[in-house]
């Protein structure tokens, strides 16, 4: 379920994007650019381990601490963010070009296909996406690319619902009929005159669905069954981090924290976004 | 709507679950043809010879045509036969009979505070809507939902129970009250990510009710403070709330699956994110099973419930 949809649309207020649009971007650019320099902003290797500095606890030296191997944690959760990030955003934007694809079919042909694409959809709708999600990454074996397939396979049904029903409107307006009637091939309408008029709102739902993404990925890493070492990814992370809790919280707690960042710079996106294009 | 009338949709929503359950069946059945592997050769190991693997093949009927393949299996499902671990020394059966209490006494209690968290929140944002508190309590809501149910585990677990010593790290208890201290952490994470979406449910109805005539009039009739709110706003506020109930559960259920490994609670999803991660097939297929039967079941009580309370729902 897409976020915006979840939490309802209220309160919007006329204008332009506004500042919130500019800086949950810069917020996100700045820490995909602090990924790829992350050895040279913390001067520490993410990988280099020693065990004679493990566990130091959040200094001015190491700001988030060491782990268990002596390794600097925030320079790993920086260079986690140039694998969390796209992924996200890939997580974020298959399914809704799947989603827009499908569901203009089955607004536009109607009949047996439209059918068949919204049965499956409500099937999809009904089941718990963590369990779908497990389940198929057993079958494809752990990765992000089973990550990528179990989040199109789970999250397209917004998108085609909310494309098909713009579709079902506007197929049987005058200026649709017309450009059918000019002789206009079907591709041609669909995607000259209809789907222009879904896609402000898809892009939102899949701007907000980035921490839905984004959560699936961590979960799926943090249970063993996402991204596997040497990758570096903010689930894992908290999940390596998990047995020194005790005494060492902070080799699983700061991790969580890069995810928070992102969750409230792509609300302010979405958020953004959306004041942008009801204009 | 008449009693007979109720009961005709009872009887027709479940004559509608059955063809539902079948393709439900059906997929789970398919899992077998579409992961890699041949299951003769996992059971024979490595160095059979073909003659085995044919035997073997035959014992286990998969030299038959893939529609009595199924036909057997649903017999199978029929008298509760799952298979067993790929250890097998545990039957499938068994491993689900013994993780569902654990599940369902997490769901429970995420529902208590899912509802008590949900409804505080959604009368006190709707006091004044756009107000202070409604605007903070819908930024912090946005917040919940983005914020990891098994992170918030672990920083409760870091933050409370083992400062406070109060909640065990993880695990299960073995009598009601050591069961409730377990399920408590737990079911706060989970509750967190989900009562924004109940609350903003009921909030908008709260702020419709309020608006209403059948309010106007109960209060120029004198009617105030607690007894107005609970006889003529909450009641009503709470009928699309009820429609909400099926997908609510549903996303209960989800993070259950996430938050069960956080505090080691050897419930339903503790069992899927192991057998995924040991590669164990029967006990993912039977759990897919156990899951989607679960899933077909609170979405035929929430409509039934719906239709119950809702007069307007046409039979």
Redesign the interface.
């Known amino acids: 379920?897409a976020?915006v949809q979840?939490?309802?649309r209220?309160?919007v207020r006329r204008g332009s994007g506004g500042p919130a649009l500019v800086i949950g971007a810069v917020l996100l650019a700045l820490l995909l650019a602090a990924s790829f320099a992350a050895g040279t902003l913390t001067g520490h290797d993410p990988a280099l381990t020693d065990l004679t500095a493990r566990f130091r606890p959040p200094t001015a030296q190491h700001w988030f601490g060491t782990d268990q191997l002596g390794r600097d944690v925030l320079t790993r959760v920086l260079v986690a963010a140039g694998t969390d990030l796209p992924l996200a955003l890939l997580g974020a934007a298959v399914p809704a070009v799947i989603g827009i694809v499908l569901g203009a079919l089955a607004g536009y042909a109607r009949g047996w296909i439209g059918t068949a694409v919204m049965r499956l959809a409500d099937?999809i709708q009904?089941?718990?996406?963590?369990?779908l999600l497990?389940?198929l990454?057993?079958?494809l074996?752990p990765g992000g690319g089973s990550f990528l397939v179990g989040a199109a396979v789970g999250a397209w049904v917004t998108y085609a619902r909310l494309v098909r029903g713009v579709v079902l409107r506007l197929r049987e307006l005058d200026y649709v009929r017309a450009a059918q009637a000019a002789g206009l091939g079907h591709t041609r309408v669909l995607l000259r005159h209809v789907l222009p008029n879904a896609l402000p709102q898809a892009v939102v739902y899949a701007a907000s669905d980035i921490?839905l993404a984004l959560?699936y990925l961590?979960?799926l890493s943090?249970?063993?069954?996402g991204i596997q070492a040497p990758g570096i990814e903010w689930?894992q992370m908290?999940a390596e981090g998990?047995p020194f809790?005790?005494n060492q919280?902070w080799v699983?707690?700061m991790p969580?924290l890069a995810?928070?960042l992102v969750?409230?710079a792509?609300?302010l996106i979405a958020g953004g976004l959306e004041r942008r294009l009801q204009r | 709507m008449t009693g007979r009338g109720r009961f005709r949709f009872v009887g027709r929503r479940l004559l509608q679950a059955i063809p539902l359950t079948l393709v439900l069946l059906l997929l789970v059945f398919a899992m077998l043809k579409v992961v890699p592997g041949d299951p003769a050769l996992q059971v024979a190991g490595p160095r059979a010879s073909a003659a085995t693997l044919e035997a073997i093949r035959i014992h286990l009927g998969l030299d038959q045509p893939v529609w009595l393949q199924f036909v057997h299996y649903l017999g199978r499902v029929a008298t509760g036969d799952l298979g067993t671990t790929a250890t097998g020394s545990t039957k499938v059966s068994t491993l689900i009979a013994a993780g569902t209490p654990v599940t369902l006494v997490l769901l429970a209690v995420s529902t208590v505070f899912t509802v008590v968290i949900a409804g505080a929140t959604a009368l006190l944002a709707a006091r004044r809507p756009d107000g202070l508190a409604d605007r903070l309590i819908n930024v912090v809501a946005a917040f919940g939902v983005g914020v990891p149910t098994f992170w918030l585990g672990i920083v409760l677990l870091a933050g409370v129970a083992l400062p406070t010593g109060a909640f065990p790290i993880g695990g299960w208890g073995d009598t009601p009250a050591t069961v409730l201290r377990a399920a408590v952490l737990p079911a706060l994470a989970l509750s967190v990510s989900v009562a924004p979406v109940l609350m903003a449910s009921l909030r908008s109805g709260i702020v419709e009710a309020r608006r209403s005539e059948y309010h106007a009039a109960a209060q120029a009739a004198g009617v105030r403070g607690w007894t107005l709110t609970r006889r003529f706003v909450l009641r009503n506020a709470a009928v699309p709330p009820v429609s909400l109930l099926a997908a609510l559960t549903t996303l209960l259920l989800s993070g259950a699956v996430v938050v069960e490994s956080t505090f080691g609670l050897p419930g339903l999803g503790l069992s899927l994110t192991q057998a995924a991660q040991n590669r164990d097939f029967n006990v993912i297929q039977g759990l897919t099973l156990v899951f989607s039967l679960a899933v077909v079941a609170v979405n035929l009580v929430g409509d039934v419930l719906v239709a119950l309370l809702d007069p307007r729902v046409e039979v």
């Open positions: 379920m976020l979840v939490l309802g209220r309160r099937l009904a089941f718990p996406s963590y369990i497990i389940v990454v057993f079958l074996g921490v959560s961590a979960a943090y249970l063993g069954l689930g908290i998990q809790l005790r919280w699983s707690v969580g995810i928070i969750g409230v792509v609300r």
